[in-house]
């Protein structure tokens, strides 16, 4: 079975600071993602990566960074949280690169963010 | 733009009678579509899927359907279990040509149906 694992599940940080959240996985997978969940918004993009330092924007990148500088780890960095930015936070990753077949996206437990 | 839509928050049915989950999508260029079951504190964890070459796709209990006309996929559940109980979220995504195309795998979601299957 995939495993996606998230460094935490519980994280409360305060207004200004740097945040890291961590996601690995240990199938090898090419693609790896970033998503927010709020109530009533669903699962949304914020990065997605489909290589070693690679990364591409998602549909709401602001106010985030990325890093993957090994294959089976991919980092999100709130680089100046701020309080819209309590939300759970959902890391995924997927078999194939770009051009590969459809397959699904394995996801971890995430992580509930506060920010104070 | 919601590209992906499930209209219905919530969903309550009768343990052992069908429960159906729709979602509505609005580009007709995604190809493979999937349902996600979500339990409180923890991740979505896929349940079926189906590519735009079929029209229905059945795994036990979870039978998928996509009406490609009317842009319209619905996830049955037969016979629903109180163990159901979980928001469902419908996504979908599409291949882009060509080699080197970085969008292949982005799945857009929808907002996601709260189901309780009452005993």
């Known amino acids: 079975d995939v495993k996606v694992t998230q460094s935490s599940r519980y994280l409360v940080k305060r207004t200004g600071e740097k945040v890291f959240l961590e996601c690995v996985q240990d199938m090898d997978h090419e693609n790896m993602f970033w998503y927010r969940q709020d109530p009533g918004l669903g699962l949304r993009l914020i990065y997605f990566s489909y290589d070693v330092k690679m990364k591409e924007k998602g549909d709401i990148p602001e106010g985030y960074s990325v890093s993957r500088e090994k294959k089976e780890r991919f980092s999100l960095i709130l680089e100046s949280a701020s309080t819209n930015q309590t939300s759970m936070y959902l890391c995924?990753?997927?078999?194939?690169?770009?051009?590969?077949?459809?397959?699904?996206?394995?996801f971890g437990d995430g992580t509930r963010l506060s920010i104070l | 733009d919601q590209q992906v839509k499930q209209n219905s928050p919530s969903l309550s049915v009768q343990e052992g009678r069908i429960s159906i989950l729709n979602c509505d999508y609005t580009n007709s260029m995604f190809d493979y579509f999937l349902w996600y079951k979500k339990y409180p504190a923890e991740g979505p964890t896929f349940l079926i899927s189906?590519?735009?070459?079929?029209d229905k796709n059945e795994d036990g209990r979870f039978t998928v359907f996509l009406n490609k006309s009317a842009k319209h996929l619905s996830l049955h559940i037969v016979p629903s279990q109180p163990g159901d109980s979980a928001v469902y979220f419908c996504?979908?995504?599409?291949?882009?040509?060509?080699?080197?195309?970085?969008?292949?795998?982005?799945?857009?979601f929808g907002q996601g149906t709260t189901l309780q299957v009452k005993p």
């Open positions: 995924a990753s997927s078999l194939y690169g770009a051009g590969g077949p459809n397959q699904p996206q394995h």
């Open positions: 996504a979908a995504s599409y291949h882009k040509e060509p080699h080197g195309s970085s969008n292949t795998g982005k799945l857009i």
């Open positions: 189906i590519s735009s070459i079929k």
